[in-house]
């Protein structure tokens, strides 16, 4: 059992950066590879990025590379989402979740997830 907790959300400013926390509880965090998803209400939850348990791997959706980079420091049990030139289409609810499955791009292979932060970006 993993239970994840994320933070960092808020309101900024098109351009402007915000880091993501996820915090895990339980001593296996460091043999799930993790990953963040977005939603937005009446919408579905979107791959953002993921990063396999050694942190040797990681994976982006094509609408954030180059902006968002995904970390994690498995002493501190806790995965990072480092967000920059953020644009106001990155409003969303980011989720944090552990992998179970193979497919790191798809939420149904995922089996554990937090409660989310809000991101809102203004124009």
């Known amino acids: 059992q993993v239970q994840l907790v994320e933070s960092g959300g808020g309101l900024v400013q098109a351009g402007g950066s915000l880091r993501l926390s996820c915090v895990a509880s339980?001593?296996?965090?460091?043999?799930?590879?993790m990953g963040w998803f977005r939603q937005a209400p009446g919408k579905e939850r979107d791959f953002v990025a993921a990063?396999?348990?050694?942190?040797?791997?990681?994976y982006y959706a094509d609408s954030v590379k180059g902006r968002f980079t995904i970390s994690r420091d498995n002493a501190k049990n806790t995965v990072y989402l480092q967000m920059i030139s953020l644009k106001p289409e990155d409003t969303d609810v980011y989720y944090c979740?552990?992998?179970?499955?193979?497919?790191?791009?798809?939420?149904?292979?995922?089996?554990?997830w937090g409660q989310g932060t809000q991101v809102t970006v203004s124009s």
């Open positions: 979740a552990a992998l179970r499955g193979v497919n790191v791009r798809d939420r149904d292979e995922y089996a554990y």
């Open positions: 990063i396999t348990w050694s942190g040797g791997s990681t």
């Open positions: 339980g001593r296996t965090f460091n043999t799930y590879a």
